[in-house]
């Protein structure tokens, strides 16, 4: 199986030069969080943004300085045991596609899981690939001291818990740039209330695209976490959270035991790492 097997084509690009009003645009349209960034006119890719660049760059409003530069780039006619090799050695969750035409997709973690993981056979359990260790946050915590404990974990997510250490949520950094989004919406619908001249957007685009600093306040987490939380068990097998991370759209699970208490997480990315060692 090679990498124009599993990849995506086609996928939804940002385009530079650009800002992050063009960017909240994509996100509101097509509800994903990271995109390849293409030179204008052309097919060169010129970087990849991701949430974790919208959260981690809260004053900077241009897709280029936003965007991670340069991205390691792959061949269509690439093994996907080989592509599976270069991300987990290098903590990549996509990479763009190229041929000698320049870009014609992206392959990512999810494509892999979907297509590859998910209709593989396999007893082996995730038991041994999971996370022992998992970020917990109450729920009354502020948005912005949540967001920076788990920017310093270096945490993709967070698992939340009430007064009585039940556990009532889970948060992830997409749920933070959802809510950059939605703020960055509310106040583009305020500014556009009272029609431009001939009713055009143009009239209006000066107001929208001189944003201020992204700003988180002092909302307690329990507002915007997802509060039904998917789980699985340490002895489920690669496969089969393979397929209920692609069928229920997740990166990440928490891994509960038979009394139901949490024990560890298991991610998208544990799933390759384990699979990239099956015949060991």
């Given at each position: 199986?090679?990498?124009?097997d599993?990849?995506t084509?086609?996928?939804?690009c940002?385009?530079?030069?650009?800002s992050?009003?063009d960017?909240?645009e994509l996100i509101r349209e097509?509800e994903?969080?990271?995109?390849p960034?293409l030179?204008?006119?052309?097919k060169?890719v010129?970087?990849?943004?991701?949430?974790?660049d919208?959260?981690?760059?809260?004053?900077?409003?241009?897709?280029?300085?936003l965007?991670?530069?340069?991205p390691r780039?792959i061949s269509?006619?690439?093994a996907i045991?080989?592509?599976i090799?270069?991300m987990?050695?290098?903590?990549?969750r996509?990479?763009p596609v190229?041929?000698?035409r320049g870009?014609i997709?992206?392959?990512?973690?999810?494509?892999?899981?979907?297509?590859v993981?998910?209709?593989?056979?396999?007893?082996k359990?995730?038991e041994e690939?999971?996370?022992s260790s998992?970020?917990?946050?109450?729920?009354e915590t502020p948005?912005?001291?949540?967001?920076?404990m788990?920017?310093?974990?270096?945490?993709?997510?967070?698992l939340v818990?009430d007064?009585?250490?039940?556990m009532?949520g889970?948060?992830?950094?997409?749920d933070f740039v959802?809510f950059?989004?939605?703020v960055?919406s509310?106040k583009r619908s305020?500014?556009t209330?009272?029609?431009g001249?001939?009713?055009?957007?143009d009239?209006?685009?000066?107001i929208?695209?001189?944003t201020?600093?992204l700003?988180?306040p002092?909302?307690?987490?329990?507002?915007i976490?997802t509060?039904?939380?998917?789980t699985t068990?340490?002895?489920?097998?690669?496969?089969?959270?393979?397929?209920k991370?692609r069928?229920m759209?997740l990166?990440?699970?928490?891994?509960?035991?038979?009394?139901?208490?949490?024990?560890?997480m298991?991610?998208?990315?544990?799933?390759l790492?384990a699979y990239?060692g099956?015949?060991?």
């Amino acid at each position: 199986m090679k990498v124009q097997d599993v990849m995506t084509t086609d996928p939804v690009c940002a385009i530079v030069p650009g800002s992050r009003d063009d960017l909240f645009e994509l996100i509101r349209e097509h509800e994903i969080t990271s995109f390849p960034v293409l030179k204008e006119g052309t097919k060169q890719v010129v970087g990849i943004i991701t949430e974790t660049d919208i959260v981690s760059k809260p004053s900077e409003t241009q897709l280029a300085l936003l965007m991670t530069k340069n991205p390691r780039t792959i061949s269509p006619k690439t093994a996907i045991s080989e592509a599976i090799k270069i991300m987990t050695e290098n903590d990549f969750r996509q990479m763009p596609v190229i041929n000698s035409r320049g870009f014609i997709g992206m392959i990512t973690i999810g494509d892999i899981i979907a297509k590859v993981i998910a209709i593989t056979s396999s007893e082996k359990t995730i038991e041994e690939y999971m996370s022992s260790s998992v970020l917990s946050i109450w729920q009354e915590t502020p948005l912005p001291v949540a967001q920076k404990m788990m920017a310093f974990a270096e945490a993709e997510s967070a698992l939340v818990f009430d007064d009585k250490a039940a556990m009532v949520g889970i948060i992830t950094v997409v749920d933070f740039v959802k809510f950059f989004e939605a703020v960055s919406s509310e106040k583009r619908s305020d500014n556009t209330t009272g029609e431009g001249k001939e009713g055009s957007w143009d009239a209006v685009s000066t107001i929208i695209i001189h944003t201020k600093d992204l700003t988180l306040p002092s909302t307690p987490l329990k507002e915007i976490m997802t509060k039904e939380v998917v789980t699985t068990f340490s002895k489920a097998t690669l496969s089969d959270v393979a397929k209920k991370m692609r069928r229920m759209a997740l990166y990440q699970m928490p891994v509960i035991n038979s009394k139901g208490d949490i024990i560890g997480m298991i991610r998208d990315f544990d799933l390759l790492k384990a699979y990239a060692g099956k015949d060991e």
